[in-house]
């Protein structure tokens, strides 16, 4: 699999939109990207996926860049129940594990 | 609730003792994944299943280590002679496969300290 790149922790305010980048340069054309997060001391919580086009569902949206080298996702009004470790994975199509990296933490202040 | 669920939450053993958990998946999904996560790491893959058989393997699961999931339902780990090291939260996951995109749904996890 990719591998990811992300910031180790970010900060965001309350209501504000949250935006978490990831870097995949060497993304292969059949590697999905996903985001997963993980409030403190509960599993992962799946968020959203894509792969080449930008994505929108009730928790978040994806952008994936045109070269699909970098992605964001977007949290578009943080609340303090947002602030947990964000983890951009990429996995490839018909391969069944994911390779999770040490993720973003957020932190959603008031 | 109709998510994937773990028992025990919190398991506390001395070291030595062998230890199970259990992991019930959402009922329609025919996959199913045990992960670990030690602190301050994201989720290691240990195994999956399809259905009842076991396809992969990661080197993390030694010998001391057996899972297993008759009937393709629920899945239990095992731990033999538990290590100070095996202190670590365990994950399980289930997915219905779904080309292309397989994607897993965690559950709480079982939290593991050996004395």
């Known amino acids: 699999d990719a591998k990811t790149t992300q910031p180790p922790s970010m900060d965001c305010a309350e209501g504000r939109a949250a935006n978490l980048p990831c870097n995949h340069s060497?993304?292969?054309?059949?590697?999905?990207v996903y985001w997963y997060r993980q409030i403190h001391s509960q599993g992962p919580q799946y968020i959203i996926h894509?792969?080449?086009n930008n994505e929108t569902n009730e928790m978040a949206s994806l952008i994936i860049t045109e070269d699909r080298k970098s992605s964001t996702l977007i949290l578009p009004h943080a609340t303090l129940r947002d602030t947990a470790v964000y983890y951009c994975?990429?996995?490839?199509?018909?391969?069944?594990?994911?390779?999770f990296g040490s993720g973003t933490k957020l932190n959603v202040k008031p | 609730d109709t998510g994937v669920s773990q028992d025990p939450r919190h398991k506390i053993t001395k070291r030595g003792q062998n230890v199970t958990f259990r992991c019930d998946p959402i009922?329609?999904?025919?996959?199913l994944y045990w992960y670990r996560q030690t602190l301050g790491q994201g989720p290691e893959f240990l195994t999956y299943?399809?259905?009842?058989?076991?396809?992969?393997k990661s080197r993390l699961l030694s010998d001391r280590f057996s899972a297993e999931r008759p009937k393709g339902s629920f899945s239990t780990l095992e731990i033999q002679r538990t290590e100070q090291g095996d202190s670590a939260m365990y994950l399980c996951?289930?997915?219905?496969?779904?080309?292309?995109?397989?994607?897993?749904?965690f559950g709480p996890g079982t939290r593991l300290t050996v004395l």
């Open positions: 996951a289930s997915s219905y496969r779904d080309y292309p995109t397989d994607t897993q749904y």
């Open positions: 060497t993304i292969s054309g059949n590697e999905y």
């Open positions: 894509g792969l080449k």
């Open positions: 994975i990429v996995r490839v199509v018909g391969f069944n594990k994911f390779y």
């Open positions: 009922s329609e999904h025919n996959r």
């Open positions: 299943f399809q259905n009842e058989a076991q396809l992969e």
